[in-house]
């Protein structure tokens, strides 16, 4: 039976047939939210590509959403796309409470509850895009749901090409929206004055099944696109006439644009189908930043190939190490204001401490070539040739095995970074920066780039927006890890400084670098991290990322302030010297954990 609603404008009238347990004549006048609320709420809504299955659903919303403007009892409309169902969900009902607080910031217990005072209508679009393999675990939940909590209403859409096969949806009514009929479709071209295009459709039978669809119907219609455009279509093949018409359209839309920015239309259409391609493959249709990965980069069957990466391991690692460098700069030139001010303008009592270890001052330009150009091309090296042992290591059932291969990455980073800081400091300045260089760079930058690395492959290089808590047990196995590791690079390192400053240096260094490693271990591991699928809303994974940065770099940063800030004091008479000294080093000690927390992921 044909029913003709009124439709928002641009959108073509579709004949609906309902099939409930046997098939049953629609009022002709009966709008969608009629036969909703006829069936008792709960409706399952068919149609081929373009019916309008995507539009009515959002019709739906906006409905009930006028109804519970009007009676703030009536429940709340609820859109989500099924395309993010996720198989491991424990029910459908706690997928839904996920989604809530993932797409709209609604907590999960204010979810929960809603569903259960039955407080939501979930309107459920694009059933069909679930992953194929769980497509039919997707239908068991629904079912389950509508039986166990009896939500005050329920809508699925899906294709029904995609519908056949994976078991039925037990709701009260299902809904098909059927192809246009030849006629709806001559009535409303002769409406809007095309008189033509009616002529051409009749004379081409491939292109008159295309009108029939309303979602094509109107790409045909829907703006200044001549007659004689469709003539030049190819004839007779359906892809191609859909190809075609899509051009048109897209030819159409940016011809509103401003004239310079059409120039870049070819680029911006081929970036966005690749985007749109690997959306779906990736992210369920879902473009949500937080899940960028580098696997978007290469085809599906080269994942295997680590080879295809290397431009973004190359361009990420040398873009994270310039904006560490030139973070530590500005930190350098603050702490020096910061000493100024609160040392109340104290005159400098010679070379300043934050400078004086490797004299960064006077080859200001040449250790940011060496930091940002050589130290990221290192990282980018390292990462690569350990790539393998950290794809190993993800798969590791055994803790002491992974801790092993902790242990080795670490090793291997250090005595990278050190022995590279120390061949570039030596070639382009003296001996004895060369050896602080690989020493300082060396730790800071290998122990960086080895806890990051942990549990990542190249693939997955980039790791979800987190949100973090404490745990105290963390914090405690943290500070005695911490300490250890500390010492034993102390004690290695202290036998070079001792042998070309003294033993004086290399004993006070040392116990600096030890209390450091403890602070740093215990509140790097006492940080709790929560998945931001559990805990934000999509796309705020950037605002998370540096959220995070800011936070644990504060966390870090201020004890080890502090801490060099005394320790320093003890033994130079410039107070002023002191506190940048404090201020430096924490700082940039603070930055660099920071980054570990979601700093590196945005960059």
Known sequence: MNVSESTPAGILPVRKTWYGRTTTTVDPTATMVDIYDEVGASLLILGEPGSGKSVTVLDLAQEFMSRAV?????????????????????????????????????????????????????????????????????????????????AAGIVVACRSEGYRGIGEVRVNGKIV???????????????????????????????????????????????????????????????????????????????????HKRAYASTLIKGLSWLAG???????????????????????????????LLPYIITSRVSAATMVMLTGVLMMWFSRAMGWLLAFGERDLGPRPVLALLNVEQGLVIWLVITAGIGGATMAVLDFMLSAVRTKQSLEPSKLRRGLIDAFSIVVNVLGFGIVFFLAAWLFMDLKRGIYGGLVYGIAFGLVVAVRGRNRTLI????????????????????????????????????????????????????????????????????????????????????????????????????????????????????????????????????????????????
Request: aromatic share 8%; net charge negative; proline share 3%.
């Open 70 to 150: 009007q009676n703030d009892n009536e429940p709340l409309p609820i859109e989500l796309n099924l395309s993010a169902w996720a198989s491991n969900a424990s029910t459908f009902k706690d997928w839904i409470a996920d989604q809530l607080r993932f797409r709209y910031g609604v907590k999960k217990k204010t979810g929960l509850e809603l569903l259960d005072t039955h407080g939501l209508v979930l309107l459920l679009d694009g059933l069909d895009e679930v992953n194929e393999h769980d497509r039919l675990t997707c239908v068991d939940g629904i079912n389950e749901f509508i039986k166990t909590v009896e």
């Open 278 to 308: 690997k959306t779906t493959e990736h992210s369920g249709g879902q473009f949500i930043v937080e899940r960028l990965q580098p696997r978007w980069l290469i085809k599906r069957e080269e994942l295997n190939n680590k080879y295809k």
């Open 460 to 603: 997955d290089d980039i790791d979800r927006a987190q949100e973090v808590g404490w745990s105290l047990l963390g914090s405690v196995r943290g500070f005695f890890l911490g300490l250890v590791v500390a010492a034993l690079l102390s004690l290695s390192s202290g036998l070079v400084i001792s042998a070309i400053s003294g033993r004086t240096l290399a004993l006070r260094l040392g116990i600096v670098l030890s209390l450091s490693g403890a602070i740093v271990g215990a509140i790097i591991f006492g940080l709790r991290r929560v998945s931001v699928e559990d805990v934000g809303v999509a796309n705020e994974g950037v605002s998370q990322w540096a959220k995070n940065t800011l936070m644990v770099s504060l966390y870090v940063g201020l004890p080890l302030i502090l801490l060099f800030w005394f320790y320093t004091g003890r033994y130079i008479e410039s107070h002023r010297a002191a506190l940048e000294t404090g201020l430096f080093f924490g700082l940039v000690i603070g930055m660099l954990a920071g980054c570990l927390f979601g700093g590196f992921d945005l960059i």
């Open 177 to 259: 929206l059927e192809p246009l009929s030849s006629e709806q479709v001559d009535s409303e071209l002769s409406k809007r004055g095309f008189i033509e295009l009616i002529s051409v459709l009749n004379t081409d039978p491939e292109l008159r099944k295309l009108s029939e669809s309303p979602w094509m119907l109107n790409l045909m219609i829907g703006g200044d696109v001549s007659v004689e455009a469709f003539l030049k279509l190819e004839q007779g093949v359906p892809e191609v006439y859909r190809r075609n018409l899509f051009n048109l359209y897209i030819a159409r839309q940016l011809r509103r644009e401003p004239e």
